[in-house]
């Protein structure tokens, strides 16, 4: 069973950061896409941004410019830094590792952003 790792969730005020960690093992690491999905009750599961093994970036149009993400080989952790946090953020973040065959899915993190 492979493990996805995530924390850095939690409680924060409009105009605010977190980041985001997801570990995963080094074998699905070095070799899958790793990515972000968020999901709200009753809306379907929202791409929020994917990074190559080789660093290409795909961000969502509703956090570009405030969500960044990145991923470190030596740690085998993708991160998701959320800046500008908005009410409308606040949601489940899931990671993913997707491969040719087949996507593993974290346990998810809530990310809150109230005042």
């Known amino acids: 069973q492979v493990q996805l790792v995530e924390s850095g969730g939690g409680l924060v005020q409009p105009g605010g950061s977190l980041r985001l960690s997801c570990a995963a093992p080094e074998s699905i690491f070095s070799s899958y896409t790793m990515g972000w999905f968020r999901q709200t009750p009753g809306k379907e599961r929202e791409l929020v941004a994917t990074?190559?093994?080789?660093?290409?970036?795909n961000v969502a149009d509703s956090v570009k410019g405030r969500f960044t993400i990145s991923r470190d080989s030596a740690k085998n952790t993708a991160f998701l830094q959320m800046n500008s946090l908005k009410p409308e953020d606040t949601a489940v973040y899931y990671c993913t590792a997707q491969g040719t065959w087949r996507t593993y899915w974290g346990q998810g993190t809530q990310v809150t952003v109230s005042s």
């Open positions: 990074i190559t093994i080789r660093g290409t970036t």
